[in-house]
């Protein structure tokens, strides 16, 4: 079902074609002037009403609205007044974002109704940096769950399998096959285990965690208050990085031409590498040797516990916290919620005081002992998921993708998830990037010199 919800008129598509630009390409043909903010955002809409019929990522347009700001950015550039390189550039929110006035109901059929009464403060810096806001992307409900599904409000079809539908990824499952099939150029998502990176592994794009507190989480309906993260998605690392910049409150300045000679990478254990999927584990070494021969000196790392270990802390936390933030609307049997979900929050009702301090003190010491076992290496790189995305018919709502994503939030890390490559069944592998909490320029610059590297993937299937 598509439960998109358009709130004004749909333009006439005409004849133009669709064509789907990144946000380097609409920084360069606004320069030339080959292009205006207005024929960009009639393009993003008519790539979203071509597409999403199939793919349904969005919650919600705001035609109107776009089409208004593009008109208010082409007075600008015609004055010369050009705010940045996010200036003129369609973006959208996973619908946790609240924007004043706007529906956001955070995937609850609960919540249909509920409008925002402020605007998040990550969603004012992009408007304030020019970007012109296109809608509300799908989510798991309330954020809480990997696989990207959702049974009342609609999972999105990944766009890598015409035929077949397959997970999206979650939590920000919209976010990813938004971006993926070419509908917007970079959405914003949120990630509390993985809810950034797992979408954009399985859709095959760019998703950068950043550190906890580096950008604010004021206007974004919580999950957990300790781990939740607010984070960039595009289909490159230069996209990624120009959007970050607009996110930061300080200027921030990416080099990201930086070689990584001398760069010191952590790989996997070999006790780690079980269990990862052949096509994946296969494209992991490649890109593991990709790096190598970019000059960075690759280095077995073994963490002073493994990533599984960490999973039952941090699933304390999250679910203690979830619970406490929408554990009454999960305790009430007539809530109209996902009924994979409502269990995931109900747990947190029998997790005592005592578990949940000792869990918060047990990270600290987790992030101590890490830190001390990973003084040796700038980064760690994993694959993001051990598994290519598997047909939503065969994923398993009581486990989780996120086996080596979830670790980076409990050790307040920042990492990105990049493609890594395409499987011989033309589904996307993915790579992640991981370092020390606040050296996002450290796994940007490693990220782009990797990606250049690794050179440009097809596009999916299902593309503007």
Not at 68 to 86: S, T
Request: glycine content about 8%; hydrophobic content about 40%; aromatic content about 6%.
């Amino acid at each position: 079902m598509d439960t998109t919800l358009h709130e004004t008129k749909s333009p006439n598509p005409g004849d133009r074609s669709t064509v789907s630009y990144s946000i380097v390409e609409l920084n360069q043909k606004y320069a030339e002037g080959s292009l205006s903010p207005t024929e960009a955002v009639a393009s993003c809409l008519e790539a979203i009403d071509a597409l999403n019929p199939t793919i349904e990522a969005w919650q919600a347009v705001y035609e109107e609205e776009a089409q208004e700001a593009a008109v208010l950015a082409n007075a600008e550039f015609e004055a010369g007044r050009r705010r940045g390189p996010f200036h003129g550039v369609p973006f959208a929110l996973k619908d946790i974002v609240d924007v004043e006035g706007k529906l956001t109901a955070a995937g609850c059929a609960e919540w249909r109704e509920r409008r925002s009464k402020v605007t998040a403060e990550i969603a004012q810096r992009l408007i304030a940096a020019g970007g012109i806001l296109i809608g509300k992307t799908k989510t798991v409900e309330f954020a809480f769950g990997g696989w990207g599904t959702n049974q009342r409000m609609g999972t999105p079809h990944n766009p890598w399998d015409a035929k077949v539908a397959r997970t999206p990824g979650g939590s920000s499952s919209g976010s990813g096959a938004a971006v993926a099939s070419g509908m917007i150029p970079c959405a914003i998502g949120t990630d509390t285990g993985g809810s950034v990176r797992l979408p954009a592994a399985f859709c095959g794009i760019v998703g950068l965690k950043t550190t906890e507190g580096l950008l604010p989480t004021d206007g974004i309906v919580p999950l957990s208050h300790t781990l939740d993260t607010p984070g960039p998605m595009a289909r490159s690392v230069t996209d990624v990085a120009l959007m970050y910049e607009a996110l930061c409150s300080n200027p921030v300045n990416l080099d990201l031409s930086v070689e990584i000679t001398g760069t010191r990478i952590g790989s996997l254990s070999d006790e780690e590498r079980i269990g990862i999927e052949a096509e994946q584990l296969d494209a992991y070494d490649r890109a593991l040797s990709q790096l190598a021969d970019l000059g960075a000196e690759i280095i077995q790392f073994q963490p002073a516990k493994p990533f599984e270990e960490m999973k039952e802390a941090a699933a304390i936390i999250l679910t203690a916290e979830g619970y406490f933030h929408h554990g009454a609307l999960m305790d009430d049997p007539d809530s109209l919620v996902d009924e994979n979900v409502r269990p995931r929050f109900k747990a947190g009702a029998d997790i005592s005081s005592a578990q949940y301090v000792g869990a918060l003190l047990q990270r600290d010491r987790d992030r101590e002992s890490f830190a001390l076992a990973a003084q040796d290496i700038d980064a760690l790189v994993t694959p993001t998921t051990p598994m290519l995305p598997p047909p939503l018919a065969e994923t398993d709502e009581l486990s989780t993708p996120a086996r080596f994503t979830r670790a980076i939030n409990y050790l307040s890390m920042c990492g990105t998830s990049v493609p890594s490559g395409i499987s011989n069944q033309g589904l996307p592998t993915s790579l992640q990037i991981a370092c020390a909490g606040g050296k996002e320029a450290v796994c940007l610059q490693i990220s782009a010199a990797y990606e250049r590297a690794r050179g440009d993937l097809p596009a999916p299937p299902l593309f503007a």
